[in-house]
């Protein structure tokens, strides 16, 4: 079997132009082929002097009668996320396009950059005959999957004539599968596809699929399916141009996002820190055999499913669901092969479900069964939050105050600043933090020069543990101790570095807030829209 190369499908494509001139095209269609007829009637020509290679190509693609009956739409997206380090403005705007496949009901599967952060959605038939507004009605961030609808039901009409497609069997190593997409829109194809590798450097694991025998078309993006046995088997996440490889979610997971519709089926979080194994001395000190695996655990975080399911540290985690792990940290999936230990405890089962770990604790063998849940990172004092909402945070005499949470500081790293001390700290106090019953911890992050700041103009990136000498548990909290009047109207603020103790001006605050309400920044406070994941 021959796979055609860009060049041929550049010369296949102006054949199915020639083809496609008898049926009842829009203007803007009929436009595109009468152009396309005449800048190719060359390459047509050379297609049909060459008679067997064309026709074993022609067979290779699978047009259809109505270029949308496979099930496929294109998605745009506006977004438009919020500047974490300034949190009353927005970023930015910018536009991202993908595939989406339909799978009846009025849903979309696609990937959740077209709803992360989105302003507006927008769905549209591949020839571009119609155009509606859309809505997310589901995404998981971890896993990379958004489920679209239309934004009113009138729209609804759109999927009368898209076929829905079914999830299929899941993909393994070896496995032969066809890549649908389109050719400028129109022409429909069908790229035969095969799984030569796995990528488990992400939170699941991802499969590295090639063209047999040929290269990528132009058009291949996220949010394509691959199909099996015409059913999805699988969903585009990215390509690789330089190596000429897509890399694929398997149907196992698109299926546990799509297990209920209006569920969140976040990647679990046992609460566990790891180490390797591959020191024979290391080894030996914990009592295990020469060439015994595992992964040594360090520590084991408060509040996590490990917890709860009894790990302890010193444990050595032996197996994940009856796989054993190698002194390196791998098992060997029966579908993805080699893949890493970690990988693997988040991508076996989903939450909700039990998962057995073999552990060697002192030399003895034994196993524990963990329900797999999030609270490691929902339920402590530095959670992650939801991308698309407002954070929260309170700005008030120049000093700007937010709910310190791995997702503020991810944003921190990002800008290329790294951490500041004070918050490297923070990763090693979660116990003590759990034991004085915080629920936030709430960081003072910037100054903003005003009469009320003078002298504390390079104070941020600290936390504040008391204000008017009352713990801080909560920002909510937080808000009512800092509007809690006092005798002399001095707001005493206790932090955790030099100076250790501020004291801001009631009156004076009060009088910058007007005036940056004025000049700036109207809104100086949210307190009730950022929300955990």
Known sequence: MKIFSCATMTVLAAAFSLSLSGCKPTPRTANKLQNDEQQNRSFVDHAASTEADTAEQLAEVKQTSAIQGEGLLYVDSVRQGFDLLRPWEKEKTNRVHAMGVYLGNGRVLTVDDMAKDATYIELSLPDETRRVPAKAIKRDEAMGLALLGVQYEKDADIFDKVKAQEPGVPLSLGSEATLYTLINRIIPVQVPMVVESVDDSGLLPQLSMRVRGGTLPQDTGKGLPVLRDGRVAGLVMGRDTEDQTVRVLNAEFLRRFLMESEKEVAVP?????????????????????????????SEVLPLGAAEAAGLKQGDVVVSIGGIPIDNLGRCKHPSYGVVDADTLLRSLKPNGETLKLGISREGERSEVVVELNRDAVEKGPIPEEKGGVAPRYILWGGLLFQPYTSTYSEALRSRGNGLPITFLRLKDQVKELIKEKRRDVVALTLIIPTPATLGYENLGFCIVERVNGKPVQSFSQFADLL????????????????????????????????ALRRRAIPQLRRLDEGSRK
């Open 269 to 297: 979080v046992l609460g566990i820190r790891f180490s390797l194994l591959d020191d024979p001395a290391f080894r030996r000190y914990l009592r295990l055999p020469a060439n015994a695996g595992g992964l040594y655990v």
């Open 483 to 514: 509007d809690e009047p006092t005798a002399d109207g001095i707001v005493e603020l206790s932090i955790n570095r030099a100076p250790y103790t501020i004291y801001i001006d009631r009156g004076t605050a009060e009088a910058s807030n007007d």
